[in-house]
């Protein structure tokens, strides 16, 4: 039930924090962000064929959407440090480097396998509660499921320099980075930060869209 909320918080944030104009999200208001960027990318999965029709090219559009709409509006590097957590004083800069590169790609990947679901969801997006002086806020979103509950989603974001970054999200109340801090504390300590790093890697390469669609990869199925 955990591993299935959070799948469904990270496809959330996908559609919900990405935006095509980089230089007007700089300025946009937070929860301005989210409602634009959620019912343009969700207009997006609607409509294309490609992405409807599934398959290895689908995974591959969403993969390209998600690179370019949601990765400049996500604060990775913090959400690398929080998610390794007490771990993250043992880190080399250059497994800093190649942890935030496969968490990254993680998320990414997870995201391109979950986003084509939210095509028939519909939102609710509750009035922010901050002070237009506030840095760090909190944008709080309901997703309308037929038959179902709403589902609460929060994104925790903070100001930067160059706009709003996501550094959290919340599901039901059951935060993205906390759980994947479980995750990668028992890896680390069974294996070390090597060992962390290679058990990503074979994460994002089951993953991996090409991967999964060569003869090899299916004989291994």
Not at 64 to 85: C, R, W, Y
Not at 117 to 134: I, V
Request: glycine residues 6%; without cysteine; charged residues 25%.
């Amino acid at each position: 039930m955990l591993r299935k909320m959070v799948r469904f918080a990270t496809a959330a944030a996908a559609v919900a924090v990405a935006i095509g104009a980089q230089a007007q999200s700089d300025t946009m208001a937070p929860d301005v962000l989210v409602k634009n960027v959620t019912l343009e990318v969700v207009d997006i999965i609607r409509k294309d064929t490609d992405i409807k029709a599934g398959g290895s090219v689908a995974k591959k559009k969403m993969i390209g959407l998600i690179e370019t709409k949601v990765l400049p509006h996500f604060n990775f590097q913090a959400m690398t440090a929080s998610a390794v957590g007490r771990n993250w004083g043992k880190v080399s800069a250059d497994q800093k480097a190649r942890l935030n590169e496969e968490f990254k790609t993680l998320l990414v990947r997870t995201y391109s396998s979950a986003l084509t679901a939210y095509s028939d969801q519909t939102f609710d997006f509750r009035p922010l509660r901050a002070k237009a002086t506030d840095t760090d806020v909190t944008v709080n979103v309901r997703v309308i499921q037929s038959g179902t509950q709403p589902v609460t989603i929060d994104y925790d974001m903070e100001k930067r320099p160059n706009g709003w970054k996501v550094w959290d999200v919340r599901i039901a109340g059951v935060s993205l980075v906390a759980n994947y801090r479980t995750e990668f504390d028992n890896l680390v300590r069974d294996g070390g930060v090597d060992g962390l790093i290679k058990a990503l890697q074979a994460k994002n390469s089951s993953l991996d869209p090409a991967v999964a669609s060569t003869p090899a990869a299916a004989q291994k199925k």
